[in-house]
Each structure stands twice: as C-alpha cells, then as structure tokens.
C-alpha cells in the first residue's frame, strides 16, 4: 500500500518539475540560462525518480542507484544550481575570464565522480526498513559535503557581490531577494536533515526529507522566471537596454529620481551607482532642463512618446570642461508604476571632430588665419555693415611678400613656411579688434579694416607694420631679409563690391613693388 501512495507521489512531482522543464527549453532554446534552468529542473525530476526506486528495490540494485544515478546527480545539480546563479546574479564586472578561471570551480565536481564507483568509498553497508533505508557511507561522502559548502559558499557570495551593485531602490533589487531567500531555505534544509539523515536514528527510518529541499529552490526559481520571462514589452527592452547598452542608461520615477543606473553612466558622471540611486536629476542638470523634464512627464498622460536627441551641455565634476550630450528617452511601466529610462550618449568627442571640420573649412591649416572663402564672407558682411552707418570706413589691404620665391628656392619651403608663420603672427599681433586678415594663398594676404574717429587708422597700421618686418628673421641660424608690399583701397558709395575693392587693392600694391618694394601705396595716389 505504501508503496503504491510513494509512487503516485514521487511520480507526480517528479512529472511536474520534467513538464516544467520541458516548458523553459521550449520558452527559448537559443538562450543560455533557459537551457541551464531547463537541465536543473531535468536533474531534480530525475533524482525524485532515483529516490522512489531506492525505497522499492534491492538493495544491490540500491547501491547501483547511488553510485551511478543519485549521487553523479546530484554533484551534476550543485553545478548547475551554480552555474544558474552565476548566469542571473553575476554583472559583466564579474564574469571570469579564461578556461581555468572560469571552469576551473567545477574540476573538483569531474574528479570525484568517477571516483564513486570504487567499492567501499562511497557506500559501505545499505539496510533497507519499512519507509526508508539507512546506508553506511563511506570518506568520499564527507569529500560530498565539503563540494555542498563550497559551492553554496561561492553562491552566497555572488548574492554579496550582486547586492553591492544592486541598491535597494533599485528595479532588479526584488529579484535578489527572491534568489537570496529560495536559496538559504534550500541551503539550511540540506544542511539540517542531512546531518539528521547521518547522524540520527528516528530519521533513518523515514523517507528521506533532503530532497525536499529540492522543492524549495524549484518554487523560487519558477518566481524568478516568471518574473524574467513574463515582463510586458517595454520592460523587457529596457532590460536588454539597460544591460547590453554601450551608452549610459538611468531610471527615474515621477519626481524625478534615480531609481537605478548602468555601468556606463557610472563612468560618465564619475560617481557610484549607489551614490545616484534617489538622487533627484536636479543635481546633475540645469533648473531649465529639469523643467523641461517635468513637463514631458505631465503630457504623459496626452501620448508623449519622451525626448528625441535632446541636445545638453555640462560641466565635467572633474575637469570642468564643457561635455556634449544627446538624451533620449522613453515611458515604461515597472511594477504598476510608471517610470522613464533615460539613454544618455556623450558626443563630446563628435562635436569637437565638428568644430575641427568647421575650423578648416573657414581657416588656412598652416597660418590659422582665415581662408579666402572666410574672407569673402567676412567682406561681404562689413560692406553691408558700411553702407547702413556712414561712421565706420572700410579698406582692404592687399598684403604680397617681396622675392619670396627666391627664398623658397635658397632655403627651401619648410623655410618659406616657417617665413609665412611669421609673417601672419606679427599681422596677429598687431592689428586691432576691428581688422580681419586673411590668407588668400601662396604668400599673398588680405586684411579687412574698419577705422573710424576712435580707432587707428590702415596707414598707421601699415607703417607699423612695415617696421616689424624689417627685424631679421632667423631660421637654422641664418638671418633671413624679408619684406612686403601693400596696396590699400578704400570702400565707397561708388566702390562696394569685394571683387572691385580686390582689383583696386590689387593696382596698388603692384605700384607699390614698382616703386621698390616694402611698402605701400593707395590706390588713386
């Protein structure tokens, strides 16, 4: 009879846990931990089977279970129970890298089963009783014992590890705590009638009560599951999101806190994750932007769809420097509540590639004066400027070195470089805030000037000029003569166009080479 209640019983668990198995595989064959789980589920639903056919068959049949079935078993399941840990709790900061590092933990778990078999080391005398049966074990089972705690203290510690990570407000946070309380029930149950199982007599005389355990770590695991696999569709994006993403991901509630935040952004904003979680956003951006914020929050309701590359400047903590960022955003819903991750990209590095490419395209590479195209816009933009006040006069000064091929030839160009550096440093030193000088190429220059009442006049500026570029110039120890001629025009109400003011400036300074070089001359005189 009591065979017969035992089998319904032990088949009926042992069914249900094989069918659960079979559901995780199929749930997502592709993924990893499915797979585990599934295998761990399969192992359990096999050794409640073991346990049933230790009870009703001989006891030579009995020791054959043991040795093969039960015992290879249940090292198989510690390692799978580990291995399911490490998959769910350990971040990517944890993962062990290398063959040894990594697989090394379950080489004890390969060596002592195939030491199982060998008579006397596992099992030394089996006596079956009415309910149950009492076996003498032999060393390798205290070698058994000694893998249990280890392994349970290697998953103990991934829970410590994990929980650093995983503040209490934190959106993962539950399912620590799931993990945490199924695991210590399933690790002090083993633990406790184990020792009962070995060490007392009344407990040799009953079914076996370690295995169910078993059921204990199985019902958290199925929660956790549910959880992992049943999430609605926005929670699992941000799942993966927030997981797998490059760029920093946070988590904010309606008032605007922190309630979790990735790796990333730790890096980003130089701080712990703990120190962010409950934080309000307000200590990481400007009163507008945090406005702006919250009123996205409050259209919720009306269908707001969150930020599309929202564009936002900071001050580095560290370096004070200006960091670019783009802000994405989207609502989801999290345990009824409902909350708004926020992808945070730094494009610093972009807008400063940017603002290079713009810098070249208006400056000359080897002067980082203006380019020509620079300088028509410049010009274009003062004509205007003149025609609407008649305070300011404008003159452009067409500035051409004197025998600079002759210097590129004897010296060589590096030289004819290092003469046009020069050359356009003194032009940065000396003229005002109201000129613009531009290289047009070559060794021939432009300068915009705005004079009036209160500011130097372009003849004063030339002549002061014309000065410094008597100084020598030494490059490899030799002194270089060199000089330049000028030639000036002056914008009128019947000259106004840049083409016209070049053309003039253009006379001049050829009349001013004619007249023997280094120095000026104006146009019309």
């Not at 009824?336 to 070249?360: A, H």
Request: hydrophobic share 45%.
């Amino acid at each position: 009879m009591w065979v017969s209640v035992l089998s319904i019983f032990y088949f009926l668990v042992s069914g249900a846990i094989f069918y659960l198995s079979v559901e995780t595989y199929v749930k997502n064959k592709k993924s990893n931990f499915h797979r585990v789980t599934a295998l761990l589920l399969l192992c359990v639903s096999f050794l409640f089977i073991t346990y049933f056919l230790k009870l009703t068959l001989p006891n030579t049949v009995t020791k054959g279970l043991i040795v093969f079935l039960e015992f290879p078993l249940s090292i198989i399941k510690f390692c799978l129970i580990t291995e399911w840990f490490r998959m769910m709790l350990t971040s990517k900061s944890l993962y062990l890298q290398g063959f040894l590092k990594r697989w090394g933990m379950y080489l004890p778990a390969v060596l002592i089963i195939p030491l199982f078999p060998i008579d006397g080391w596992l099992v030394e005398s089996i006596e079956h009783y009415v309910l149950a049966q009492h076996i003498e074990f032999g060393p390798l089972m205290r070698v058994y014992s000694y893998l249990y705690i280890l392994y349970a203290g290697y998953i103990f510690w991934m829970i410590f590890q994990a929980k650093k990570r995983r503040p209490v407000e934190s959106v993962s946070y539950p399912l620590l705590q799931y993990f945490q309380v199924g695991f210590i029930l399933y690790f002090f149950w083993g633990l406790i009638f184990g020792a009962l199982f070995i060490y007392a007599d009344f407990f040799k005389n009953i079914p076996l009560l370690v295995m169910y355990g078993d059921l204990l770590l199985i019902g958290s695991i199925q929660m956790v599951m549910k959880k992992y696999d049943f999430l609605p569709h926005y929670e699992k994006r941000y799942q993966i999101l927030f997981e797998e993403s490059p760029i920093a991901i946070i988590l904010i509630d309606e008032h605007l806190q922190i309630k979790d935040a990735n790796k990333q952004t730790e890096e980003l904003f130089q701080r712990k994750i703990k120190s962010l979680i409950g934080t309000s956003l307000i200590k990481f951006v400007p009163r507008e932007t945090f406005n702006y914020f919250r009123k996205r929050w409050q259209m919720a309701g009306e269908g707001s769809t969150g930020l599309r590359n929202y564009e936002l400047t900071l001050k580095h903590s560290v370096t004070k420097k200006d960091v670019h960022l783009v802000l994405d955003s989207q609502f989801i819903e999290l345990d009824n509540r409902m909350m708004k991750y926020i992808m945070i990209q730094d494009v610093t590095q972009s807008r400063i590639n940017e603002q290079e490419v713009m810098y070249l395209a208006y400056h000359d590479t080897l002067t980082g004066l203006a380019n020509r195209y620079s300088f028509n816009q410049k010009a274009e933009t003062l004509l205007a400027q003149t025609k609407q006040s008649k305070e300011n006069k404008l003159s452009l000064l067409l500035v051409d070195l004197d025998n600079f091929k002759q210097i590129n030839d004897t010296f060589g160009h590096d030289t004819g470089d290092k003469v046009i550096q020069h050359v356009s440093q003194l032009m940065k030193d000396l003229l005002p805030e109201t000129g613009f000088a531009a290289r047009l190429g070559g060794d021939e220059f432009a300068i915009l000037f705005l004079e009036s009442d209160r500011t130097i006049s372009s003849e004063a500026f030339v002549e002061k000029f014309l000065k410094r570029m008597k100084e020598p110039f030494w490059a490899e120890f030799i002194s270089i003569p060199i000089s330049c001629s000028i030639g000036i025009s002056y914008a009128t109400d019947e000259v106004n166009d840049v083409n016209q003011l070049q053309k003039q400036s253009d006379r001049a300074m050829y009349t001013a080479k004619r007249d023997g070089k280094s120095t000026f001359k104006k146009y019309g005189t």
